[in-house]
C-alpha cells in the first residue's frame, strides 16, 4: 500500500474527497489538547500529514473517475457460473500473501522474545503475577470457610500500637539506664575507697534489678512483632513514607476505580521493563514548574481529577493511611500516588529510555512525561 494513503488511514483507490476528510480528521487530533504537553512531536507529524496531503491528494481519483475506473474493471465467469470480478481476485490473493507474511514475522518475533534470558526485574514481575494467580486460585478452592474468617483489622491495629507501645518502653528504658550508669560512676568517683567497696553490692544488685527489667521488656517485644506478624496477611500492602514510618494500604481502601489505575499501572510497568537501558544515568531534581505541568496532566488522565492537588486532597480525606495532602510537597505528592497506584517508584525505573523522547529516565518529570505518553498511545 502507497505510504501516503497508509499516513491517512485511506486505500488507494480513495477519492480527493476523502482525502480532503481524513487529512482533516488527523489535523484537528494533533491540534487537540491531548498533544499540547510535546509541540515538537506535533510539529513533526503535522510536516508528515501535510506531505501525505499533497501526494495522496494528486494521486487520489476523482469521484467521477473512481466509478468508471471501477465500471471499467474486466469481469470473468468461472466455470460454476459465477461472476468473479479480476481485479478483485487479484486484490484479494495479495492481501491474503501479505497477512500470512505478516503473520510469520509476528510468530518469529514472539517466539524470539520467549526464547530470550528475561531481565531480572522482570523475572521477578513474572514471579509475584505466578505468586498471585496462585493465591487466587486457592482463594477459590476454598470456597465458604474463606468467607466466614473473622475480620483481624482490628486486632491487627491494636497490635500495631502495642508493638510501638513496647518499642517506646524499651528506649525510655535504655535511657533511663544510661542516666543511672553515669550517675553511678560519677558518685563512686565522689566516695573513698572504703565506701565504695561497701557501695559496691547495692550496685550489683541494683543492675540484676535492671537485668531482670530488660529480660521483661525484651518478651514483650518479641510478642508484640509476633503479634503483628501472625495479623499480617495478603489483602494489604505495606510501604514506608518519607519518614521511614510503615504505610499500610488495605483491599478496603481501594474502591472500583482504584483497582482499574492499578490495573493501567502494571501494564505501564510491564512495558518499562522492556525499554533500552542506560547504565550512566543519575537522578537529577525537576524543574517545579515543568514537575508541576507534567503532574496535574498524570492526575487527569489515570483518575480524572483536574491536579495533583485536588488527587491528593482526595485520596487524603477517602484513604485512611495516605500521607500526602493538599499543599503538601509536590515531590512527596507525586511519589506516594504512585506508590499507592502500584507504579514503581523513580528509583527503580532511573536509566531506562523513554522512546517518545528519546530521553533517559532520570527525574520524576521525565518518568511523568513517559507514564502520560504510554497512556494516550496505548491506553487511552
Known amino acids: 500500500m502507497d505510504r501516503y494513503f497508509a499516513l491517512l488511514g485511506l486505500r488507494e483507490d480513495a477519492t480527493k474527497e476523502q482525502v480532503k476528510a481524513a487529512y482533516g480528521q488527523r489535523l484537528a487530533k494533533y491540534k487537540s489538547a491531548d498533544y499540547a504537553d ?163 553490692p547495692n550496685r550489683e544488685s541494683s543492675s540484676a534489678s535492671m537485668g531482670n527489667l530488660k529480660a521483661i521488656l525484651g518478651v514483650l517485644l518479641t510478642l508484640a512483632v509476633f503479634l503483628f506478624t501472625m495479623c499480617d496477611s495478603n489483602d494489604e500492602f505495606v510501604y514506608e513514607d518519607l519518614d521511614g514510618e510503615d504505610v499500610i494500604y488495605e483491599d478496603s481502601d481501594y474502591q472500583t476505580s482504584d483497582w482499574d489505575i492499578v490495573q493501567m499501572a502494571e501494564e505501564a510497568t510491564s512495558s518499562i521493563w522492556n525499554l533500552e537501558f542506560s547504565d550512566t544515568a543519575e537522578i537529577v531534581k525537576s524543574d517545579n514548574e515543568a514537575l508541576q505541568k507534567a503532574a496535574d496532566l498524570f492526575a487527569k488522565r489515570y483518575t480524572g481529577f483536574t491536579s495533583m492537588d485536588a488527587l491528593c486532597s482526595h485520596l487524603y480525606g477517602t484513604v485512611g493511611p495516605f500521607p500526602a495532602m493538599q499543599g503538601s510537597e509536590l515531590v512527596m505528592q507525586v511519589e506516594e500516588v504512585l506508590r499507592y497506584y502500584h507504579f514503581p517508584q523513580l528509583e527503580e525505573v532511573s536509566g531506562y529510555i523513554n522512546p517518545f523522547t528519546d530521553h533517559v529516565i532520570d527525574s520524576q518529570r521525565e518518568y511523568l512525561r513517559y507514564l502520560n505518553r504510554y497512556y494516550r498511545e496505548e491506553l487511552s
Open 38 to 200: 510535546d509541540p515538537a512531536y506535533v510539529d513533526r507529524k503535522i510536516t508528515e500529514l501535510n506531505q501525505a496531503y499533497a501526494k495522496a491528494y494528486e494521486r487520489a481519483l476523482d469521484g467521477s473517475a473512481s466509478k468508471s475506473a471501477i465500471s471499467s474493471v474486466p469481469e470473468l465467469v468461472s466455470s460454476n457460473g459465477t461472476v468473479q470480478n479480476q481485479h478483485s481476485t487479484a486484490e484479494e490473493r495479495r492481501r491474503q500473501q501479505y497477512r500470512v507474511q505478516k503473520e510469520a514475522v509476528y510468530e518469529k518475533k514472539r517466539q524470539a522474545m520467549e526464547d530470550a534470558e528475561l531481565h531480572p526485574l522482570q523475572r521477578l514481575s513474572q514471579d509475584i503475577r505466578e505468586k498471585l494467580d496462585r493465591d487466587e486460585g486457592e482463594a477459590e478452592t476454598q470456597g465458604d470457610r474463606e468467607s466466614s474468617m473473622p475480620d483481624l483489622s482490628v486486632f491487627r491495629k491494636k497490635a500495631v500500637q502495642f508493638r510501638d507501645h513496647v518499642k517506646q518502653d524499651v528506649q525510655e528504658y535504655r535511657s533511663e539506664e544510661r542516666a543511672y550508669a553515669a550517675e553511678a560512676e560519677a558518685q563512686a568517683a565522689q566516695q573513698s575507697p572504703l565506701t565504695g567497696n561497701g557501695a559496691q
